[in-house]
């Protein structure tokens, strides 16, 4: 039986040596409830059995059982948004390594990872342009009444405000400019300046002064404490008349009590959403054309993105265990 591999080592010989013992012939599960493209699944097996590694899939699972039972004997897993919680990782004691082939990782219990001594690491950057280009369709589709008669709006001319300037905000900004669209910014994350000036976007000093001059607002913040129910009713209300929010980001950082006021309070207000919030239901019933959700994740549900994401998830895969890096470790 393995152990847990720990993660830092004094020194580097250390690391090589630790890691040299198992190179190869680590079983790594692709466990996906929304499956990757055929020919991101083909790319991850042939990556992966090419460095001498053993692969299995679990696709489409309804039951969390099977997720407990499949990660039972792996030592590496490919994941989407797929739930890693703590009894997943109690359930997988040989597990070293897991990939969240993606960017958002709230969907991982990293302290706990940690604790089990589970590195775990995203794929920044690999889906995004498939979120961004949801991001614009969405601005399009809510401003042309959601393809249904009567007289809708441009987004050329309007501005596009983008909360938080990562991969998918920058992106999103930069289909805008070409769209015609008047970009702002704001992220205090990002402190060099020239990142905004080199895209030819305005950087705002403040997230009330993003939302007040937003036409759209493109949301692009992660799930964390921090962030969860930040984006309520007295942003929202901030912004100008026929002001549309875009959320591809999570559904976790709406506070969804706020919206709903903000959305009856004012009748030109709108909410389009990369996956229905909770209150879904009442807000199809209470503003019809002003909201619309897509019934599951669908953001990076391209085979471009699946592609992307899952290749360098195998990837990292396999250099993590030939080498022992961990530059994409987000639970350091
Ligand atoms: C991400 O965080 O990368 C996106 O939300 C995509 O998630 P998905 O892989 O579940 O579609």
Known sequence: MA????????????????????????KVLIATEKPFAKKAVDGIV???EGAGHTVSRLEKYTDKTQLLDAVADVDALIVRSDKITCDVLAAAPNLKIVVRAGAGY???DCATAKERGVV???????NSNAVAELAIAMMIFMSRNCFTPGTGGEIKGKTLAIHAYGNVGRLVGCKGKALGMNVIAYDPFVSDNSVFECDGVE?????EELYRRADFLSLH???TPQTKGSIGYNLLTSMPKGATLVNTARKEVIDEAGLKQALTEREDLKYVSDVA?????ELCECFGKRYFATPKK????????NINAGLAAARQIVEFFETGCTKFQVNR
């Open 277 to 281: 919030p909770e209150c879904c239901s």
């Open 203 to 207: 950087k705002v000093d403040s997230v």
């Open 46 to 48: 042939e990556i992966l």
């Open 120 to 126: 775990v690491m995203n794929t920044p950057g690999q």
């Open 221 to 223: 913040i992660p799930a």
């Open 106 to 108: 709230d969907n991982v």
């Open 298 to 305: 669908m953001g990076a549900e391209t085979a471009e993105a």
């Open 3 to 26: 152990t847990i591999v720990p993660y830092t080592f004094e020194k580097k010989e250390e690391q090589a040596i630790y890691f040299t013992s198992f190179v190869k012939g680590m």
